[in-house]
């Protein structure tokens, strides 16, 4: 059974920067893509970026493009989102997913195990 857990959640203002880690346990995390999604209050979770078994392939929301940067560290089982250049409309709980033995995915009903979430506020 895979078990994620995500960090480095808060509040920042407009503008600055946060770094959202996910860490990974049982299963095989260097054959599974993994895929960050945000869910904001009264919407519908969605894709926020994902990235295949190692690495050499990354997808992103276009509104995200060009300001996160989703990476990986097999060895360490380790799952990062550098998120800059933050907005107000970035606010969410963040959620890193898991997807063994298949491609990357955007969408977030192919993907087979969630963490808890972590909490992302930007104010104004």
């Known amino acids: 059974q895979v078990q994620l857990g995500e960090s480095g959640g808060g509040l920042v203002q407009a503008g600055g920067s946060l770094r959202l880690s996910c860490v990974a346990s049982g299963g095989t995390f260097s054959r599974s893509a993994m895929g960050w999604f945000r869910q904001a209050p009264g919407k519908e979770r969605e894709f926020v970026a994902a990235i295949s078994w190692i690495g050499a392939q990354t997808e992103y929301e276009d509104s995200v493009t060009g300001r996160f940067t989703i990476s990986r560290d097999n060895a360490k089982n380790m799952l990062y989102l550098q998120m800059n250049s933050l907005k107000p409309e970035d606010t969410a709980v963040y959620y890193c997913?898991?997807?063994?033995?298949?491609?990357?995915?955007?969408?977030?009903?192919?993907?087979?195990?969630w963490g808890q979430g972590t909490q992302v506020t930007v104010s104004a």
């Open positions: 997913a898991s997807r063994p033995e298949r491609p990357v995915s955007t969408t977030s009903g192919e993907y087979d195990y």
